[in-house]
């Protein structure tokens, strides 16, 4: 299971740094978020459409990126719990003189 | 597939909002049950909830010269069925709407649509099928994960579409517009999210055995006791 894991981890890094060599060759590279570029699609098909609504509160670019850091810290936090806790609770089941198997 | 805050004209709004609330409803008691009937299991479908909040709160960058996140649902989908990713996905758009400026309350309803209820039940209904022809579980998990997250995107490009046709090709070249905006940058990014899926599932199936066997996971595995 190690072996494959980090071999499928390994892939999934390569892909990513993979990705940024080959899209830094694109002209205009700037690596802007598709949601942003689908709202600007938006405003060019339909010029006069006006958003009716505005954001309840937008938070300094600073802070946004601060709470974007805080949102994968929990994410990774409560995970990372979670598989430390039952790898811990494995080995401490196969370490235990009784087990038999 | 997050649709900006105003970003849908108000019928449509409401529309997606009005379809996706029973999904979270019965999301909430479903997940209500499932910690009242099996308490031995919060802990995983909070591992499951961690994951989605991750994932999503990465932005990952494309051969395209873009970026765009995974959505992570493809996981809980997978283990819990894909009624329970309505309440998570939901909380992770919220947390992201309201902190984040990610989103919109108005477009809440079409952006749960997308990420929390298509992409999980697509995940969900390719697992139950590939499973079913007999593919190994880690090609299927990664199929799941993968395909869920390309629906997600696609079904808010069909939400664009639908809102903002093109004016000489309608819809229909709305949509592969829109499409043409996430797709290509999706792609290699679906892939990253199917590996990482399958990596927490290859971990789980060496370490909760115990949790797995109480969900009845994987499915395939179902079968056999069935029969033995």
Known sequence: MKARNGGLLVLAAMLAVGSVLIGSRQEDAEFAGTDGQAMEAVTALNPDYQPWFELLWEPPAEIASGLFALQAALGAGVLGYYLGFRRGQAHGRQKRPDAGD | MHITEGFLPPLHAAAWTALALPFVVVSARRVHRLMQDQ???????????????LLSALKLPSVTGSCSHATGTGLGAILFGPSVMALMGTLVLLFQTLLLAHGGITTL????????????????????????????????????????????????????????????????????????VFAPTQLPLA???????????????????EELQNLKFPPQALATEGRS
């Open chain 2, 109 to 180: 309803g079409a952006n749960v649509f997308s990420m929390a209820i298509v992409g999980p039940w697509i995940a969900y209904a390719v697992l139950r099928g590939t499973q079913q022809l007999g593919a190994p579980l880690a090609l299927s998990v990664f199929l799941a994960a993968m395909l869920g997250d390309w629906a997600t995107y696609l079904t808010t490009a069909g939400q664009l579409a639908l809102a903002f046709p093109d004016p000489v090709s309608g819809i229909a070249g709305s949509f592969i517009k829109f499409a043409s």
């Open chain 2, 191 to 209: 892939v990253i999210e199917g590996l990482l899926t399958v990596v927490i599932v290859n971990f789980l199936r060496e370490y909760s055995g």
């Open chain 2, 39 to 53: 308490p031995q299991i919060k802990l995983l479908l909070a591992a499951s909830g961690a994951f989605a909040f």
